[in-house]
C-alpha cells in the first residue's frame, strides 16, 4: 500500500496548475447515460474515482474511449445492465449518481445502498424520496435500491436538507420526465451548474441552478454534446493553504477564484495575502496567522470539503479557533492525527477547539478520508522532520498527482510503497 513521504519546513514557490472537478465529473459521466449518442467530456481529472465511475459506466455497457487531453468520449447506446453493483459502490459513494438516469432513460435501475463512511451516515432518503414523488417505486432489499416505474413525471420536491448529490440524480430524473419538477431548497454549489450547463447542451430545459429553486421541464429525448468539466475549487483551496500553511507564495492558475470566495475571505481575514485575477489567484503566506473560527454550510459558504486543511492552518494560529462542522457528523478524524504531530486540538461534538501556536513534529499518520488526508499533507509540508502518511489511497480518489504538483512547488514529498 503506498504511502507519502514528507520532510517538512520548505516554503512553496512557484506555479500550480488547477485540474478538474471531481465532484463535477462525477455527476457529468453518470449524465452520460441520459444518450445512446456521444458524449465528450473535456478537463476530467484523472483520480481514482473517475476510473471507477468509468469501470461503473462500462460494467453496465457503455463505451468510453479515453483521448488526448483529459477528454473522454462516452456512449452508452448498448446499455444492458442496469445495476450498480456493490463492489463498486462500496468504494464510492457517488456510484449513487446513476440512478436518476437510469430510471429516466431505462425505467428501471439497481443501485447497491451505500452503507456508513468514515464522515458520516450519510443516507440517500431524499434521493429516493424525490424519486418516489416523480411516480418511481424505491424498495430497498438485500442492501441495492431496487426502482422501476412506469414513467417519471414532473413534481414539487423540497428538500428537508441541502443535498448536493441529491439535487444532482433528481436534475437528471426530470429532464427526461413528463411535466415540470420544481428542486426546492437545491443545492447551489458551482458543480450543479455545471452538470445544469452539460444536460442544456444535450437538449434539456433547465432554469434557476446556481439557486435554491432549480426548475427542470422534461423532454422526450437527449442529445450528445461536448462539455467541459469546471476547475476543482477545493483542490485550489488545498494550495492556497499549502501557500499559507509553509509561508510560501503560490501562483494558483487555471481555477474560477469567485467558486472560492469563502474560502478566500476567510484566509485573508486570518492574515493571508491573496491577490485575485480572472483565472487564478496568489497567495503568500506570511509568519502571523490570526486564528479566526470558521462554520461549515453549504455553498457559498465555507465548505466542508475546506474543513480539515483549514484545521491544519490553525494549528499555526496565534490563538484559539473553534471550527464548526455542520455538513457531516463525523468530519473530525484528522484531529486525532494532526494531535499525533504535536498540535492541540479538543472535539466537543460538532466543534473542534484549536489551540495554536504548538510546533508540528512529523510523525507517522494515517489518512481516513480524502480531505483528512489533504489535510495531513498540509500538516507535514509545515512540520519539523519527517512525516509518513498511511493509507493514501484516500488521497488519491480525489487529487491528481498531488505529490507531483507539490515537489513542483519546492517541498520535499515521495510516494513510497
Ligand atoms: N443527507 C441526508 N439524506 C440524503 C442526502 C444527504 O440526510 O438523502 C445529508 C448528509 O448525510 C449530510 C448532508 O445531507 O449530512 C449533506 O450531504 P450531501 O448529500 O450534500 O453530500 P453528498 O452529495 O453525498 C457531496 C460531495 C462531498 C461533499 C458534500 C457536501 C460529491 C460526489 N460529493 O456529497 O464531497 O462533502 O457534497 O458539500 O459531490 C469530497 O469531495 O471529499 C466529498 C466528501
Not at 57 to 83: P, Q
Not at 319 to 342: V, Y
Request: a negative charge; one cysteine or more; aromatic letters at 4%.
Amino acid at each position: 500500500m503506498d504511502k507519502i513521504r514528507i520532510i517538512g519546513g520548505k516554503e512553496l514557490r512557484g506555479n500550480v496548475e488547477i485540474s478538474g472537478a471531481k465532484n463535477a465529473a462525477l455527476p457529468a459521466m453518470a449524465a452520460t447515460l441520459l444518450t445512446p449518442e456521444n458524449v465528450w467530456l473535456e478537463n476530467l481529472p484523472y483520480v481514482r474515482d473517475i476510473m471507477t465511475t468509468r469501470a461503473l459506466l462500462e460494467s453496465m455497457g457503455a463505451h468510453v474511449e479515453t483521448l488526448e487531453n483529459e477528454t473522454m468520449m462516452f456512449k452508452a447506446a448498448g446499455i444492458g445492465e442496469l445495476e450498480a453493483p456493490y463492489e463498486l459502490v462500496k468504494t464510492m459513494r457517488a456510484s449513487v449518481l446513476v440512478l436518476g438516469p437510469m430510471l429516466a432513460r431505462f425505467k428501471k435501475a439497481r443501485v447497491s445502498l451505500p452503507g456508513g463512511c468514515a464522515i458520516g451516515a450519510r443516507p440517500i432518503n431524499l434521493h429516493l424520496q424525490g424519486l418516489e414523488k416523480m411516480g418511481a417505486k424505491c424498495d430497498v432489499s438485500h442492501g441495492y435500491v431496487e426502482a422501476s416505474t412506469a414513467g417519471l413525471h414532473g413534481a414539487y420536491i423540497q428538500f428537508d436538507t441541502v443535498t448536493v448529490t441529491g439535487t444532482e440524480n433528481l436534475m437528471m430524473a426530470a429532464v427526461l420526465a413528463g411535466g415540470e419538477t420544481m428542486l426546492d431548497n437545491a443545492a447551489c454549489e458551482p458543480e450543479v451548474e455545471n452538470l445544469a450547463d452539460m444536460l442544456r447542451a444535450m437538449g434539456a430545459r433547465i432554469e434557476g441552478d446556481g439557486t435554491r429553486t432549480i426548475r427542470i421541464r422534461g423532454v422526450k429525448k437527449l442529445k450528445g454534446c461536448r462539455h467541459r468539466i469546471i476547475p476543482d475549487r477545493i483542490e485550489a483551496g488545498t494550495f492556497a493553504i499549502a501557500a499559507a500553511i509553509t509561508r510560501g507564495d503560490i501562483e494558483i492558475a487555471n481555477c474560477n477564484p469567485k467558486h472560492l470566495a469563502s474560502v478566500l475571505s476567510q484566509l485573508s481575514l486570518v492574515g493571508v495575502e491573496i491577490s485575485i485575477g480572472e483565472t487564478g489567484f496568489r497567495v503568500r503566506g506570511h509568519a502571523d496567522i490570526s486564528s479566526k473560527n470558521v462554520t461549515t454550510y453549504p455553498y457559498p459558504a465555507f465548505p466542508t470539503d475546506m474543513q480539515a486543511q483549514y484545521m491544519a492552518l490553525m494549528t499555526r494560529g496565534d490563538g484559539t479557533s473553534i471550527i464548526t462542522e455542520t455538513i457531516f457528523e463525523n468530519r473530525f478524524m484528522h484531529a486525532l492525527e494532526l494531535i499525533r504531530m504535536g498540535a492541540d486540538i479538543t472535539v466537543e461534538g460538532r466543534q473542534a477547539i484549536v489551540h495554536g501556536g504548538r510546533p508540528l513534529t512529523g510523525a507517522n499518520v494515517q489518512a481516513s478520508d480524502l480531505r483528512a488526508s489533504a489535510s495531513l499533507v498540509l500538516a507535514g509540508l509545515a512540520a519539523e522532520g519527517e512525516t509518513i502518511i498511511d493509507r493514501v489511497y484516500h488521497l488519491d480518489r480525489g487529487y491528481v498527482r498531488i505529490e507531483e504538483k507539490l515537489a513542483g512547488l519546492g517541498a520535499e514529498i515521495e510516494r513510497i510503497s
